[in-house]
């Protein structure tokens, strides 16, 4: 059988070790780059459109009146249990 030929993986040139700057960037310079970041992920947004955003508010304000009126049937409940028991001790 042929012989497998050794394939090397030694770098073929000498690596150098690069100090790493451990400074931290300026104020400025930071508060730009947040400015850009946010800019980016904020064109990856996919917005509602004008239906979705109206269906969505009608369910959540028809949600909030259910709720509402549950809980205004509690209250009243409780009222009238208290309103009881107060009359029966007292």
């Known amino acids: 059988m042929a012989e497998e030929k ?3 993986t ?3 040139k000498a690596v150098t070790a690069v100090k790493k700057d451990d400074t931290k960037p ?3 310079k930071r508060v730009g780059r ?8 904020l064109k990856k947004v996919v917005w509602p459109t ?7 508010v009608l369910i959540s304000v028809g949600m909030m009146f259910v709720s509402a009126i549950v809980l ?4 009243q409940l409780a009222t009238m249990l208290v309103q009881a028991l107060f009359t029966l001790a007292g």
């Open 50 to 56: 004008p239906k979705t955003l109206r269906n969505n």
């Open 6 to 8: 050794k394939v090397s």
């Open 26 to 28: 300026g104020f400025f």
């Open 72 to 75: 205004w049937g509690f209250d």
């Open 10 to 12: 030694a770098p073929s």
């Open 34 to 41: 947040w400015f850009r970041e946010m800019k980016s992920e």
